[in-house]
């Protein structure tokens, strides 16, 4: 059997197409590209410069400049960097994928590639032009050359053009594109500066834009052309710098420049990874919740993802888990997988990676915070807590980091923002008590005079007050913490959880036996509204309450979904009864069977409206409260 081999082959003018019209969602993306190409340019002349000094001849600088000719419908990006012969522009130019830049690392020695910050690699960020441009010239002196040459092409045709330029041509490479109809927004100053402030603000080199002036007459062009240059980007990223070169006033300075913010930051951290990975964060804790921290929680900013000190995207989504969605910061890498228009974070095991180091960061940042400044972190906490407690459902394996730093109001608390964190909850335990207790209301009032944690505060025992909405989705995964498991007081047996529940054993079998009449009444009076009616080890003060089941939900959770518009399941709770209390022994020995009805179902209703429950029938509650009242 004979076997054949083949090539590939691919219509260029359709490839180059593509490139141009399916391969960027935004056309703006045009100018990063074109400018990453001029940095590298710099950054190649740099570096063979080391070599031979000789290369920088009478232009000792390495700039970028961007000028717009309106009459001509023309933008000029023109870098001083190491240019092209005429057989490097028709070999990178000419052949589509061919990056330059990838060649040039890959000549480097191993050690040298780490110190060049060299953007391309995919050789395809120059056809970008033609995303606004109709015809593109390339004009370039390579350093060294006397001579100089232009390529010229216009989008559509399948053909390019390379003749000899003038002689006296700057070292360097100068992009001219003709610009569309269409795309006048591009000779726009403002909205230049605007693409180089958002992409380019912290490479390497300094990008020069005409400076503004004002006319001589504010009824003249209010801002007429200058022959003068001006700085438009910061040419430094200060990410990269060392710590101990930063001050606090440097980094606040930063934080309001990265997340658009008139305050000061809470706190940050700062930090390098080198080795099979390099990158660089700088995160941030805001002082104040960012006002869209609730607006979606799947369209996130704040995390602004740099490679190579070229701003790709914000990747808060990708880098960082929802419930740290209020951290905000930088991150560059060297080496993330990018899709070819560099707008698109690849998923890989380098993503899942960093993702893990910035999440481990983050909560070490807060962990610092929580115990070395009570204060911050109490700030914090009141503007971010809620955030935070998602980190219990959604990360298990940070749930016990997530848990330590959490605060709640507890029984012993003055108001609701007088809150404990659980490692000194269980530092003041009691002896004999096993659990870490918690109540979920609907509200700080609520759940400060629920009826359930009576027994418990009696004792002296203290309970968590989880009032605020997240916290009873939350609370389906509080299981255990620091050995010691978490109990929600409403829902469940409570009686062997709780300290001296043996020597009350005898009491409570009497105290069962005693109210047996009183429990059948009520079972027959309100039938399938409760599951069953039983009396009470919780209660001291208050006539019953609803308990649920273990894995129910609680009756305030249920009204909010049902009016949300959720289907909620039929679950009937158990009715606990205190038959101590003077409303229990009046039904008990009310002899009106029309009173005694109107007492069960009230007793029951009472006990919904504290469990935050909706009432079936308000209009007959009422009518019931007139009757007695009345009686």
Same mark, same amino acid.
């Given at each position: 059997m004979t076997t054949e081999t083949f090539s590939f082959q691919a219509e260029v003018q359709q490839v180059l197409k593509l490139v141009i019209h399916s391969l960027y969602s935004h056309k703006e993306i045009f100018l990063r590209e074109l400018v990453s190409n001029a940095s590298d340019a710099c950054d190649k002349l740099r570096f063979e410069a080391l070599q031979n000094a000789d290369l920088y001849g009478d232009q000792p600088g390495l700039n970028i400049y961007l000028s717009a000719d309106k009459e001509?419908?023309?933008?000029?990006?023109?870098?001083?960097?190491?240019?092209?012969?005429?057989?490097?522009?028709?070999?990178?130019?000419?052949?589509?994928?061919?990056?330059?830049?990838?060649?040039?690392?890959? !000549?480097?020695?191993?050690?040298?590639?780490?110190?060049?910050?060299?953007?391309? =690699?995919?050789?395809?960020?120059?056809?970008?032009a033609f995303i606004v441009a109709d015809k593109v010239s390339v004009t370039s002196r390579r350093a060294g050359s006397d001579e100089a040459w232009t390529w010229t092409s216009a989008e559509g045709g399948n053909t390019f053009e390379v003749s000899s330029?003038?002689?006296?041509?700057?070292?360097?490479?100068?992009?001219?594109?003709?610009?569309?109809?269409?795309?006048?927004?591009?000779?726009?100053?403002?909205?230049?500066? #605007?693409?180089?402030?958002?992409?380019?603000?912290?490479?390497?080199?300094?990008?020069?834009?005409?400076?503004?002036?004002?006319?001589?007459?504010? #009824? /003249? /062009? !209010? *801002?007429?052309? #200058?022959?003068?240059?001006?700085?438009?980007?910061?040419?430094?990223? %200060?990410?990269?710098?060392?710590?101990?070169? %930063?001050?606090?006033?440097?980094?606040?300075?930063?934080?309001?420049?990265?997340?658009?913010?008139?305050?000061? &930051?809470?706190?940050?951290?700062?930090?390098?990874?080198?080795?099979? $990975?390099?990158?660089?964060?700088?995160?941030?804790?805001?002082?104040? &919740?960012?006002?869209?921290?609730?607006?979606?929680?799947?369209?996130?900013?704040?995390? *602004?993802?740099?490679?190579?000190?070229?701003?790709?995207?914000?990747?808060?989504? $990708?880098?960082?888990?929802?419930?740290?969605?209020?951290?905000?910061?930088? @991150?560059?890498?060297?080496?993330?997988?990018?899709?070819?228009?560099?707008?698109?974070?690849?998923?890989?095991?380098?993503?899942?990676?960093?993702?893990?180091?910035?999440?481990?960061?983050? %909560?070490?940042?807060?962990?610092?915070?929580?115990?070395?400044? *009570?204060?911050?972190?109490?700030?914090?906490?009141?503007?971010?807590?809620?955030?935070?407690?998602?980190?219990?459902?959604?990360?298990?394996?940070?749930?016990?980091?997530?848990? *330590?730093?959490?605060?709640?109001?507890?029984?012993?608390?003055?108001? !609701?923002?007088?809150?404990?964190?659980? /490692?000194?909850?269980?530092?003041?335990? $009691?002896?004999?008590?096993? !659990?870490?207790?918690?109540?979920?209301?609907?509200?700080?009032? &609520?759940?400060?005079?629920?009826?359930?944690?009576? &027994?418990?505060? =009696?004792?002296?025992?203290?309970? %968590?007050?989880?009032?605020?909405? @997240?916290?009873?989705?939350?609370?389906?995964?509080?299981h255990e913490y620091d050995g010691k498991p978490l109990r929600n007081v409403a829902k469940g047996e409570l009686d062997a959880d709780l300290p001296s529940a043996e020597a009350d054993k005898g009491k409570a079998e009497q105290a069962d036996k005693d109210a047996a009449p009183l429990i059948e009444r009520l079972k027959h009076l309100l039938g399938d509204k409760v599951s069953g009616v039983k009396v009470s080890r919780r209660l001291v003060d208050s006539p019953a309450c609803l308990v649920t089941g273990e894995h129910d939900m609680a009756p305030h959770m249920q009204r909010l979904l049902a009016a949300a518009g959720h289907a909620m399941p039929q679950s009937a709770p158990t009715l606990e009864i205190n038959p101590g209390h003077p409303l229990l022994q009046r039904l008990a020995n009310e002899a009106d069977t029309a009173k005694a009805d109107d007492l069960g179902w009230l007793l029951l209703e009472q006990a919904q409206l504290t469990a935050g429950a909706a009432l079936d029938d308000a209009a007959g509650f009422v009518a019931r409260m007139n009757r007695l009242i009345g009686a």
């Open positions: 001509a419908r023309t933008l000029s990006i023109r870098d001083s960097g190491i240019g092209m012969s005429r057989h490097e522009l028709i070999e990178n130019l000419g052949t589509v994928a061919r990056s330059g830049t990838r060649k040039f690392l890959e !000549a480097l020695s191993e050690d040298k590639r780490g110190d060049a910050q060299l953007i391309g =690699q995919f050789g395809v960020g120059f056809y970008a330029a003038a002689a006296d041509s700057p070292r360097g490479t100068t992009v001219t594109l003709h610009l569309r109809d269409d795309e006048s927004e591009f000779l726009d100053d403002w909205r230049l500066r #605007s693409l180089v402030h958002r992409y380019s603000e912290h490479i390497g080199f300094p990008i020069h834009m005409r400076a503004e002036k004002k006319g001589d007459d504010e #009824s /003249d /062009d !209010a *801002k007429a052309g #200058s022959n003068e240059w001006e700085t438009v980007n910061q040419a430094s990223a %200060l990410w990269t710098k060392p710590r101990n070169e %930063l001050s606090d006033a440097d980094y606040q300075a930063f934080y309001q420049h990265v997340s658009h913010d008139f305050g000061e &930051a809470l706190a940050w951290t700062h930090n390098r990874v080198e080795g099979n $990975q390099n990158f660089t964060s700088l995160l941030y804790l805001p002082a104040k &919740a960012p006002f869209d921290m609730f607006s979606g929680r799947d369209e996130r900013k704040g995390l *602004k993802l740099y490679i190579k000190r070229v701003f790709i995207m914000d990747a808060s989504e $990708q880098m960082l888990p929802n419930y740290l969605r209020f951290v905000r910061g930088v @991150v560059d890498s060297d080496d993330l997988p990018l899709n070819v228009s560099r707008e698109l974070l690849q998923s890989s095991r380098q993503v899942e990676r960093i993702r893990g180091a910035l999440t481990k960061r983050t %909560l070490d940042l807060l962990d610092r915070l929580a115990n070395e400044d *009570k204060e911050k972190y109490d700030s914090f906490w009141q503007q971010f807590g809620n955030v935070l407690k998602e980190g219990v459902v959604e990360d298990n394996g940070n749930r016990e980091r997530i848990l *330590k730093l959490a605060r709640f109001p507890s029984s012993l608390s003055q108001s !609701a923002d007088d809150r404990v964190s659980l /490692d000194a909850y269980i530092a003041r335990m $009691q002896p004999e008590q096993k !659990a870490i207790y918690y109540v979920t209301a609907d509200g700080w009032n &609520a759940a400060r005079r629920s009826p359930q944690i009576e &027994a418990l505060t =009696q004792r002296g025992i203290e309970v %968590l007050l989880l009032h605020e909405r @997240v916290d009873e989705w939350m609370a389906g995964y509080l």
